[in-house]
């Protein structure tokens, strides 16, 4: 990388950028512009004197509540039983923990809390984990409150062992929470197994009342199970003031392939372009007649700046929505860029193999996808009748 070569370990992003998508590597480049003069002081070794362990990536272990249907037992300790039967399995134990002995790690990260910007909690669900309550309570305890908190949750629940996190939050000066929520009602909890779509709802409600200044982000993973819905999902929520028109940004599905909007015959993928492009009108007249808050003043000047390092167009002038339109945008050159239909037969294997452990019916509760199933065998048992 020092000598601008691509680096095989880093193909997600090469492939991300290839396709017009967001890429991990330019959303770093444009959150840490700032920090540029460390990486130009990075010697041939790899090595920097002035850098700083400023962002803490924490990702303890797969505990999880959920078995999401576009997930696995890689991430999800809840995903065993099925991945057994399927012979998924990631780890030869339910649950994988990174580190072993998470005191030694606490001791270490405490030699070095003193540098710390920012941390990123993912899991597994990070909120049901005792460790990421741990690391938090410590940073209350040394009145770390500048530092950003960062999460990737599935927003099940926002409590644990008796402490609850909207109040926790309130006592720091910047909270992300980006919500892993596909869909709503029947639909949302299909593809987010032991999901309480009604608990997820109270769990909004209770963060606009308890810490309403906590900025929120819907991160819907657009997948084969919910490409004809997204766009009425953002829709609904936002029309029930669950969220502002720009706290929705969604992202494409890319493995495994057959779960991949690309697998979607032409007829299909024409009407998913049909109501991606309109949504996306909807959105920029939607933000003219109500144009949602203005970013801090400081995300202003750091948007201002930095924009461009992530390559999105302007559109409406709003970075959030701008952003959330090239999602969308490239989310369609993804799917038209590839021809998957092969893997049609592999998607219905996979989806009848879940549906029967689970005793639900996929085509049933999103017949967008019944017709996947016609050229094929029919229906399965517990399919659609006739």
């Known amino acids: 990388m020092l000598h601008d070569q691509p680096d095989p370990r880093c193909h997600q992003c090469y492939t991300n950028e290839k396709n017009g998508l ?15 003069p460390w990486v130009r002081e990075t010697n041939w070794r790899g090595h920097s004197k002035t850098s700083k362990p400023i962002y803490w990536d924490i990702r303890i272990s797969n505990l999880c509540n959920l078995r999401c249907r576009i997930c696995g037992h890689h991430s999800s300790s809840n995903w065993f039983e099925d991945a057994v039967a399927t012979g998924t399995t990631s780890y030869e134990t339910k649950i994988n923990k990174g580190p072993k002995d998470f005191d030694a790690l606490m001791q270490q ?3 070095v809390i003193d540098d710390l910007e920012e941390v990123y909690f993912a899991g597994g669900e990070p909120l049901l984990m005792p460790e990421h309550l741990a690391l938090v309570t410590k940073l209350v305890e040394r009145k770390k409150f500048k530092v950003k ?41 299909l593809q987010r197994k032991g999901l309480d779509w009604n608990t997820a709802l109270e769990n909004r409600k209770r963060m606009l009342a308890v810490c309403p200044a906590v900025d929120f982000m819907l991160t819907p993973t657009i997948s ?39 697998i979607l015959p032409a007829a299909l993928k024409s009407k998913v372009k049909d109501n991606f492009e309109s949504h996306i009108q909807w959105i920029i007249d939607y933000a003219i007649k109500n144009p949602p808050a203005a970013p801090k003043p400081e995300h202003l000047h750091k948007w201002g700046e930095n924009f461009e390092l992530m390559g ?34 592999k998607f219905i294997e996979i989806t009848d193999k879940i549906d029967a452990l689970r005793n639900e019916c996929t085509p049933k509760i999103i017949p967008e996808l019944q017709s996947l199933w016609m050229p094929q065998q029919g229906f399965p048992n517990n399919g659609p009748s006739t």
């Open 22 to 36: 967001r890429s991990k590597r330019k959303t770093v480049n444009f959150l840490y512009a700032a920090y540029l």
């Open 109 to 111: 990260l405490d030699s």
């Open 149 to 189: 908190l960062r999460y990737n949750t599935n927003f099940s629940q926002t409590h644990f062992k008796g402490t609850e996190f909207t109040e926790v939050w309130n006592l720091f000066e910047d909270v992300f929470i980006h919500a892993s929520l596909d869909d709503s009602g029947e639909r949302g909890m």
């Open 224 to 262: 084969l199970f919910n490409v004809f819905h997204l766009t009425g999902f953002h829709k609904k929520m936002v029309a029930e003031n669950y969220i502002q028109i720009d706290e929705f940004i969604p992202h494409v599905l890319k493995s495994p392939p057959y779960y991949s909007i690309r």
């Open 312 to 345: 999105i167009p302007k559109v409406t002038g709003h970075g959030k929505l701008d952003l959330q339109i090239n999602e969308l945008q490239q989310c369609l050159v993804f799917m038209n860029s590839s021809d998957e239909s092969h893997l049609i037969p």
